[in-house]
Each structure stands twice: as structure tokens, then as C-alpha cells.
């Protein structure tokens, strides 16, 4: 059984800094394209940033240049760095990969931007 858990969440203020981390569990990590999606309040989920096998990645344009997307195959851990945090990158933030046809996502860690 596929697990994601994310963590790492929290209440920063705009300009800060704030580090994702999201575990997986059942399945071989190093075949697997990792994402990272959020959810802003009253909003649907947007694609966020991915990293596939070969370590190549792709980041939506509101977070280029200021968030990274990282990857462990042997902790089979994918990270999410986020600098220069505005109010609207608040949200649910969710740790993702596809299995089959599913796509399969964590509980999700809310992420707060805020004076």
C-alpha cells in the first residue's frame, strides 16, 4: 500500500523561508516521479513543482525561483525549499505521485504566510 506522509509545515512571515519533506512507503521510490500540489483556501489544487526519475524538474511559474524540489531515493523522501514566501503561497500543501491510472497524495501540510 502507497503511503505519502508530508511534514514540515508551519506559520512563517512573508520573505521567510519554510522546508516540505514528504516520506513514502510502498513502493520502489527511485521508479517514481514525485510532485508537489497545493490547495489554497477555497481554491482547487494546483501542480506545484515535480521531480522525475532523473532528477530533471519542473516548477509552476508562480514558484519559479524561489521554491526547489528535491529528491532522496535512498531515504525515499521528496523535499520542497520554499524562499521567499508571499501571503498567497498559503495553503494545504500535498506530496503526490501516480501509481497505475490513481494518483495518489498525502494528508497534506498546511503552510501559513502571514505578518
Known amino acids: 500500500q502507497v503511503q505519502l506522509v508530508e511534514s514540515g509545515g508551519g506559520l512563517v512571515q512573508p520573505g521567510g523561508s519554510l522546508r516540505l519533506s514528504c516520506a513514502a512507503s510502498?513502493?520502489?521510490?527511485?521508479?517514481?516521479?514525485m510532485s508537489w500540489y497545493r490547495q489554497a483556501p477555497g481554491k482547487q489544487r494546483v501542480l506545484v513543482a515535480y521531480?522525475?526519475?532523473?532528477?530533471?524538474?519542473h516548477y509552476a511559474d508562480f514558484v519559479k525561483g524561489r521554491f526547489t524540489i528535491s529528491r532522496d531515493n535512498a531515504q525515499k523522501t521528496v523535499d520542497l525549499q520554499m524562499n521567499s514566501l508571499k501571503p498567497e503561497d498559503t495553503g494545504v500543501y500535498f506530496c503526490?505521485?501516480?501509481?497505475?491510472?490513481?494518483?495518489?497524495y498525502g494528508q497534506g501540510t498546511q503552510v501559513t504566510v502571514s505578518s
Open positions: 510502498g513502493i520502489i521510490f527511485s521508479s517514481y516521479h
Open positions: 521531480i522525475r526519475r532523473d532528477n530533471s524538474t
Open positions: 503526490s505521485t501516480q501509481v497505475g491510472p490513481r494518483y495518489v
